[in-house]
Structure formats: C-alpha cells, structure tokens
C-alpha cells in the first residue's frame, strides 16, 4: 500500500499521486508500487525493499540520489509467538520526497499520518527524521513498560500456580526483551553515525531534537537490560522453587513409603508358607494387625521429628 501526503496551511493533506516536498509512506508495498516509485526517483530496487527483510540491520546509507536511514522499531507479535519482536523502517531522502517503508503497519507512522505529531511538516526532512527516530524510542519505552507490568502479573501467578503456561509467557517475554535489546543497540549505533555526519542539516531546533532521541534511546536500553536481567532471574529462581518443591515431594513419598513397608514386611513374614511361632493361635492375626500399626506409629513420630513430612 502506498500513500501521499504533503503539509500544506498547517495542516497534512492525503494526496492522490505524489509531488515535490510531499511524503510517500509504503507499508507491505506491492511490485508495481515499488517499481513506480524506483523509477520515478532513480532508486535501486534493493534500497527500497531493505526494510522488507525482517533480518536486515540498522544502518546508514549515503548515495547521490537519495541518503537511508534504516532502524529497527518494535512491533506486537503474531499471536502465539513472543509478545513483541521488531521490523526494519527505512527513510529515504531524495533531493524532493521523503520516502518511508514498512513490511507492516506500525504506530509510529500511523501517529504521523493521523495528524497527531505536533510539529511535522513533510517539507522539514531532517527534523521528520528525527522525530520518526524519536518516536520509535518512545514506542520502545511505551513497550518495555507493558514488558514490566506482565512480568509482575506473571510472577504473582507463578508463586500461585508455578504452571508450565506462565513460565511459557516469561520465556516469551524474554524473546522481546531479546529482540529490543539488539535493535536498540543497532538503533544507537545509527544515532551515533547522524550525529558526526552531515547526513541531515542539523537547525539549531534539530540538535536538540538529536540528543533528545539520543538520551531516550539509552534509557531504553538501559531499561530492556534491567528487565532482561530481572526475567533470567525470575526463570533462574522459579526453576531453583519447582526444583525444590519436587525435591519435597519425592522425600515426603520416600517417608510414606518406609512407614508402608513396616507392616508390610511382617505380613510379608507370616505370609510365609514355612512354621513361624504361634502362627496358628487363634489372636495372633489380631497381634500382627496392632504390632504393625504401634511399629509404624513409633516410626512416623521418629520421622516427624526430624520434620520428613515437610
């Protein structure tokens, strides 16, 4: 899908085909749009479908066309996966158009489109960079906050259950912090290179705008190293709990089971088909019955003691 919009009296405006100064957004592009777009602007085909490969890395591209900038910016997971994974958005800057591309459609390009960034004017390229870069760290920090708050939900359920499901979504969680953490990592490496370059035209505005997405971005990775590090201990300590729970369920099952086999190694003994003393006296049944139940109560208290039961 393709879309054309332009800021004009303040305000941005859908277009129906594309124009000097507008901003072309592509998200999960067909052929035909790509090729359109390609020849229109002298782009390579493989700069415009960087973004499509969810593999591809953060990076910064310049050329005599058209200067790249490629990050990586957070997404919500298909259902059943992991709870967030990222997606490559490339900007493109040509001498007329601004041009952004997703494999799919994401908040951060949906708030620009909707009119709701203040400040954005698509004829204002360099600081329409920065502010896609801005949001996208803030889209990492609104994401690494639901992180914290399911881990907190999961770990009251975990000392409650201690069920394979929710060590199921703390691994799951643990695949975003994953994926977060190296993109935010590509992603700082791509700020370091826009600030010592001269890739956009730094307004004064613009630089303060730059150590702004610059500061938002450690502190999203200092924030997914926090709860990546919570989360392995939470596996760490839950895994040591369940290993000591069976580790009390076996010795309480060992306990049971000498307590069980008193009696049953007398009846084992008069079940035998050899003469045994006063085997044939008419009480003797009741004898073993009370000698069995006094030998596995003294044994139970024995084992009591030394807490076997617990």
Known sequence: MVNYYISEDGELRHLS????????????????????????????MDVLKAALDVDERSRVEIDDNYNMVLVNVPNVAEEGRELY???PLSIIVTDDVVITVLSKPSPIIEDFSSGRVKDFKTFMRSRFILQILYHTAQLYLKYLHNVDRKSDMLEEQLLRSQHNKELTELLKLQKSLVYFTTSLRSNETVLEKISRMDLIRKYEDDQELLEDVIVENKQAIEMANIYSGISTNMMDAF?????????????????????????????????????????????????????????SGVTTLILKKFKMFE
């Not at 085909?17 to 390579?44: F, G, M, T």
């Not at 049953?264 to 050899?274: D, E, K, Q």
Request: proline share 6%.
């Open 17 to 44: 085909a594309p124009q000097n100064r507008c901003w072309i957004s592509l998200i999960s592009p067909s052929e035909e749009e790509l090729d359109q777009v390609a020849v229109k602007y002298q782009l390579d």
């Open 85 to 87: 994974d990222t997606i």
């Open 239 to 295: 895994a040591s709990i369940i290993s000591n729970n069976l580790n009390i369920v076996m010795k309480v099952q060992a306990t049971i089971t000498i307590v069980l086999s008193i009696p049953n190694m007398i009846y084992s003994a008069y079940g035998m088909n050899v003469d045994i003393p006063a085997a044939h006296s008419p009480n003797m049944f009741a004898l073993i019955i009370w000698v069995s139940l006094a030998l």
